[in-house]
C-alpha cells in the first residue's frame, strides 16, 4: 500500500484545515489508518486512527471535538478534517496505514506504511 498525503497549509488559530490521504492498493479497505503528526524536536504521536469499516475511530485528548478522521474506501482515501486549530496542533501530519483492521493502533511501532508527511502550520 503507497499513501500520498495532501492538504496541509499555514492558517490561523481557529481556522480549519481539511487533510487527505490517497493510497493505491486493493488492500486499503482491510486495514486500519491513522494520522500521526511530529512536531518540531519531539516524538511523532498519534492524532487519531480509524479501523477498517469506519465503525471505531480514536483521538488523542488534545483534539477530541476538533479533529475527525473519516474514510472513504471506494476512494481508497482517508481525511482528517481539523477545526479550531491550535498553534500547538502545528507539526507535519503522516497518514499510515496498518493491517490491523478491527481497532486503530495508538503507536507508529504497529503501522506498516507511510505517507510522506505534510506540513501544517497555526499562527497565534
Known amino acids: 500500500v503507497q499513501l500520498q498525503a495532501s492538504g496541509g497549509g499555514l492558517v490561523q488559530a481557529g481556522g480549519s484545515l481539511g487533510l487527505s490521504c490517497a493510497t493505491s492498493?486493493?488492500?486499503?479497505?482491510?486495514?486500519?489508518m491513522g494520522w500521526f503528526r511530529q512536531p518540531p524536536g519531539k516524538a511523532r504521536e498519534l492524532v487519531a486512527g480509524i479501523n477498517y469499516s469506519g465503525s471505531i475511530t480514536d483521538y488523542v485528548d488534545s483534539v477530541k471535538g476538533r479533529f475527525t478522521i473519516s474514510r472513504d474506501n471506494a476512494k481508497n482515501t482517508v481525511y482528517l478534517q481539523m477545526n479550531n486549530l491550535k498553534p500547538e496542533d502545528t507539526a507535519v501530519y503522516y497518514c499510515?496505514?496498518?493491517?490491523?483492521?478491527?481497532?486503530?493502533?495508538?503507536?507508529?511501532?504497529?503501522?506498516?506504511?507511510w505517507g510522506q508527511g505534510t506540513q501544517v502550520t497555526v499562527s497565534s
Open positions: 499510515a496505514y496498518t493491517t490491523a483492521r478491527y481497532r486503530p493502533g495508538r503507536t507508529a511501532s504497529e503501522y506498516t506504511n
Open positions: 492498493g486493493r488492500t486499503f479497505v482491510n486495514g486500519a
